[in-house]
């Protein structure tokens, strides 16, 4: 069975920092697209981030440039770096991983994968 299991969440001041990271336990396809997606309060699932089997990433265009998505196969860990964090990024921050393969940022344009975590809460205040 696939289980992705989120921690690093927490809360922190405008401006601040926070490293996520995913275990993808069962999961093996490398070749498929892996991501974040977040969801707050009374807004639509999103996605921020994601990186496939040839290490191709996409970004929401509102994180490029603060956060990072990386991954360690040998670990089977995916990791969102999150540097100058913004109060509108609070949400829950959800793992994610799919089944088929599909372009990165397809992948973080639709948001919509076949493996998902229970997420973790990131709270950024001003």
């Known amino acids: 069975d696939v289980r992705l299991v989120e921690s690093g969440g927490g809360s922190v001041q405008a401006g601040g920092s926070l490293r996520l990271t995913c275990e993808l336990r069962g999961y093996h396809y490398l070749s498929y697209c892996v991501g974040w997606v977040r969801e707050a309060p009374g807004e639509e699932r999103e996605g921020v981030a994601a990186?496939?089997?040839?290490?191709?990433?996409s970004y929401k265009d509102s994180v490029k440039g603060r956060f990072t998505i990386s991954r360690d196969r040998a670990k089977n860990k995916l990791y969102l770096e999150m540097n100058d964090l913004k109060p509108w990024d609070t949400a829950k921050y959800i793992c994610?991983?799919?089944?088929?393969?599909?372009?990165?940022?397809?992948?973080?344009?639709?948001?919509?994968?076949?493996?998902w975590g229970q997420g973790t809460q990131v709270n950024v205040s001003s």
């Open positions: 994610a991983a799919d089944f088929v393969y599909r372009p990165v940022d397809v992948a973080v344009r639709v948001a919509d994968f076949a493996y």
């Open positions: 990186i496939d089997g040839d290490g191709n990433i």
